[in-house]
């Protein structure tokens, strides 16, 4: 019995398969052949310029199976010398597994910034020239600089005839970045001396003085002088030149200068005929006119005479012509009375094409009814106040003649010098017979 019961615990053992050996053993690691995972801090591509500080941004590295990865880099950037630069990043893991990855810096050279100034340039010789008729222009010429390019090739561009006249030479230089400048060269060609010669003092009066102590009216900006660079006569006409100089008088000095001429000759009632020729510039201001020969106005020829008894407006003045260069070839007439002055009402004008460069007829017919002011024979205004009185008609006495070219605070920057051409001027009496001329 005690025998079969260790046989049946053995077949149990063996069936169970206790204390057998196994043929399978413990499975093998599986290889780490993955590198690293390189994450650039910052972008692959950095530009600096030339002087710059460069500061590695950086980069991490992940692995799969290390939980850290160091990270090396190698390579340097000069940014003091313009060029492309690498930096390269590396990690390898525990398995030698390794990764790399590149960083490009490039250092470029400053822009500099955006030329934006004009050359400069400068005339050789004077801005404003004056020669004979019938002597030859000799251009003086211009240079030119630029504070990036250096030296800039001039333009020129106008000519000088040999005729009277104002003439412009302009100058023109362009640096490599398109910045453009121009100055000008006024040549002014005039009568040889020889034939120029004073106006006649027993028919005008030069009025100098400054009615106010600092300047004349109407905002204007210039000296009347009694030389003859302002005033005279040559090839057969008057000339009154408005000029750009310095000129000082009174203990005032201004930039412009030109003439006032008084007439010494009054009338009352008749015929005014002058042909003249405007000037041109913007802000030029000539006129033919009339003011009352007792008006009380310091340096005016009757005043000085002891006519002055009467202010302006009751004076009474009659505005023949008046033409502002800025309103160009537009002839305007007007009246001021102490019923409308300044700014008056009593006013008329007409449009003639070539007031600048061809002479025209100017006429006034003044009666004891009314004034009738013409251009050429073509009216273009009457003065005929229905009611005359002191306040509309100061015009029962004597009148004398003005002309003048007067220099506006407008003026053009760039105006030289222009003249008033008066080829004569002519009084008749109401009867048609010529009482004074010149």
Same mark, same amino acid.
């Given at each position: ?60 590295? #992940?692995? +799969?199976?290390?939980? @850290?990865?160091?990270? !090396? *880099? &190698? ?5 003091? $010398? %313009? ?32 030329? #934006?100034? +004009?050359?400069?340039? @400068?005339?050789?010789? !004077? *801005? &404003? ?5 019938? $002597? %030859? ?32 030479? #302009? ?10 400048? &121009? ?256």
């Amino acid at each position: 019995m005690r025998n079969l019961l260790v046989v049946v615990i053995c077949l149990q053992l063996y069936a169970c398969g206790g204390g057998g050996i196994s043929g399978a053993g413990t499975p093998e690691p599986t290889p780490d052949n993955t590198a690293p995972v390189i994450t650039l801090i910052g972008d692959a591509t950095m530009s600096l310029t030339v002087g710059d500080i460069f500061t590695d941004p950086g980069a991490t590295a #992940t692995d +799969n199976v290390d939980v @850290t990865v160091n990270v !090396s *880099a &190698s390579g340097s950037v000069d940014t003091l $010398t %313009a060029g492309q630069y690498t930096i390269t990043y590396t990690a390898t893991d525990a398995a030698d597994n390794t990764a790399s990855a590149d960083r490009t810096v490039t250092v470029e050279e400053p822009i500099p910034p955006a030329d #934006t100034t +004009n050359p400069v340039i @400068t005339l050789l010789g !004077s *801005a &404003s020239m004056t020669i004979e008729l019938g $002597t %030859a222009y000799e251009e003086p010429g211009a240079t030119a600089t630029d504070n990036i390019d250096g030296s800039v090739e001039v333009e020129i561009a106008g000519s000088v005839d040999d005729a009277l006249g104002v003439y412009t030479v #302009t100058y023109t230089a362009t640096d490599s970045s398109f910045n453009t400048i &121009s100055v000008y060269r006024t040549v002014t060609v005039v009568e040889p001396m020889t034939n120029v010669k004073p106006l006649d003092s027993n028919k005008w009066h030069h009025q100098t003085v400054i009615p106010n102590g600092w300047g004349w009216f109407n905002g204007e900006v210039q000296h009347y002088t009694d030389r003859m660079d302002n005033s005279f006569v040559s090839g057969g006409t008057l000339k009154i030149v408005a000029k750009k100089e310095q000129y000082s008088n009174a203990g005032v000095t201004k930039q412009y200068t030109s003439a006032r001429l008084n007439s010494k000759f009054a009338f009352t009632y008749g015929r005014v005929e002058v042909r003249a020729k405007m000037p041109t510039g913007f802000g030029t201001w000539p006129a033919i006119w009339m003011l009352g020969k007792n008006i009380t106005e310091r340096g005016a020829y009757w005043e000085t005479q002891g006519f002055g008894t009467t202010s302006w407006p009751a004076c009474g003045e009659i505005d023949i012509m008046e033409h502002w260069g800025s309103n160009q070839n537009s002839i305007s007439s007007a009246m001021h009375t102490p019923s409308s002055y300044g700014g008056t009402i009593n006013k008329g004008s007409q449009y003639i094409s070539t007031a600048t460069t061809a002479f025209h007829i100017y006429t006034l017919d003044w009666t004891a009814e009314r004034m009738v002011f013409a251009v050429n024979g073509v009216e273009h205004y009457t003065y005929n106040p229905v009611e005359k009185n002191a306040d509309t008609w100061p015009f029962d006495a004597d009148q004398f003649l003005l002309l003048n070219v007067a220099i506006e605070g407008s003026i053009d920057p760039n105006f030289m010098e222009s003249a008033m051409e008066v080829d004569y001027v002519r009084v008749y009496n109401t009867s048609g017979a010529l009482i004074w001329s010149d």
